[in-house]
């Protein structure tokens, strides 16, 4: 073999490659078929949108798939080519034919065997960037529990609150005690209960069957069902159940999968057990709602212990460190644009929550609404042009983002929406003060 066809037979290792994971194979049979965006594509994987983008990353590294205008997603002519001589291919071959021959005897003798899992009908993931919320937000809508997105983000203090992890992480949106977003949650109307535990406790293996007839229990009554991790590290609603365990809808499984076997659950690198109910309840009146979301908005933003962990920054001050980390350049590129999502969708569902309670606070406070609604869109609009320099998926295959002419921008613009936060902190203050005056 000549060193031309070493080379050439080297490359060919590399870039078929491409073709070993499942889920690319899945991206490359949807762009086939046309050009998809990143959300529509993420519909149809089985992957969070970190991996996805990293996946994606590495399609468009090997030259099989390209960005193309509009945020779309196509197949290049080559890799039109090498899709079709390698799955074509293979599905000629008699090893092909075998496995199919396989799987249709399996999925015979699963009908024959299995129970059919007991489902919640018309339960759906509701999709955001926060998958909490989402995640509630669906339970709501099928126990038909009236409220709106900017009511649920700014009832329970999530639209006003920032958590920023050393680097840009993108687990900062999630890696916080969440105790606030159940404490506020009956002012709603809804209750949440559950089990949470950590696969360090002792005991641990009894927190995951007690949650496993604590979902069970509920979905036999109708309740709806939400749990952490049951996929990628995010929330989603649990539609049903069969003897090996939990079916669920969200992040990179928005049609549904299952079953996710119940002693799996809580077993990750991450460790965390959080399987939960919620119930509807009587809400109480809109002041008490706006007075307890911003107490709890107020304390999150001091970096209190019973909140944050080491090497997060809440409020200002994570403002400052994800400022910090992009004049360095060091901030995480997905990260960057991860977080650019999430507090972007928490800053504008914030001004919408502002909107609704401007009629709903006594006359006197009712300008003072008005100027921290001012704030805060000043917040939202910064931080949405943040994520259009940075978009989810990110553009580069950069770990880091690195010093360029867009951190720069980027670091202007966190600069802006941290000035008008300490504004519309302040007012928030007030506001709850007064608040607080005339409920004595």
């Not at 991860?338 to 401007?358: D, H, P, S, T």
Request: proline fraction near 4%; charge should be positive.
């Amino acid at each position: 073999m000549t060193m031309r066809e070493s080379e050439a037979r080297e490359h060919l290792s590399y870039v078929v490659k491409a073709f070993s994971h499942p889920e690319r194979l899945k991206i490359m049979e949807l762009l086939v078929r046309g050009d998809a965006s990143f959300s529509l594509i993420h519909e149809h994987v089985a992957v969070g949108t970190t991996a996805l983008a990293n996946h994606l990353s590495l399609l468009i590294d090997k030259g099989l798939v390209n960005k193309r205008g509009r945020g779309l997603y196509g197949m290049t002519s080559d890799g039109r080519v090498m899709h079709e001589a390698i799955v074509r291919g293979y599905d000629s071959t008699v090893m092909s034919r075998r496995q199919r021959q396989k799987r249709i005897a399996a999925r015979y003798v699963r009908g024959r065997t299995e129970e059919r899992p007991n489902r919640i009908r018309k339960l759906k993931y509701r999709s955001g960037w926060v998958s909490h919320l989402s995640a509630v937000a669906g339970c709501l809508k099928f126990l038909g529990v009236r409220v709106s997105p900017g009511w649920l983000y700014g009832g329970t203090g999530h639209a006003f609150i920032i958590n920023i992890v050393k680097g840009v992480c993108p687990s900062g949106p999630t890696a916080w005690q969440t105790s606030m977003l159940f404490k506020l949650a009956t002012n709603l109307g809804y209750e949440i209960k559950g089990v949470r535990g950590h696969k360090s406790e002792s005991g641990f293996e009894k927190k995951q069957r007690e949650a496993w007839d604590h979902v069970r229990k509920s979905i036999d009554a109708d309740i709806p069902c939400y749990g952490w991790e049951l996929d990628i590290p995010e929330y989603y609603v649990i539609q049903g159940y069969d003897e090996v365990g939990y079916w669920y809808s969200g992040p990179g499984s928005v049609e549904g999968k299952g079953p996710k076997p119940w002693r799996e659950v809580g077993v990750s690198d991450i460790g965390v057990l959080e399987l939960y109910s919620v119930e509807r309840v009587t809400p109480s009146d809109p002041l008490s709602v706006i007075r307890d979301s911003f107490a709890m908005v107020l304390h999150h933003a001091t970096n209190p212990p019973d909140v944050i962990y080491s090497n997060n920054k809440t409020g200002i001050p994570g403002f400052d460190l994800w400022i910090e980390e992009t004049e360095a350049g060091t901030a995480l590129s997905v990260g960057m644009a991860y977080n650019a999502q999430v507090w972007k969708e928490c800053r504008r569902f914030g001004v919408r929550f502002l909107k609704e309670i401007r009629k709903r606070v006594p006359k006197d406070l009712r300008d003072l609404v008005q100027e921290t609604r001012g704030h805060y869109e000043v917040v939202s609009d910064a931080l949405s042009d943040l994520a259009k320099l940075y978009p989810f998926p990110p553009h580069s295959a950069r770990e880091t983002i690195g010093v360029t002419r867009e951190s720069k921008e980027a670091a202007r613009l966190l600069k802006q929406a941290r000035n008008a936060e300490v504004k519309g902190l302040d007012t928030i203050r007030q506001i709850h003060r007064e608040l607080l005056t005339s409920f004595r």
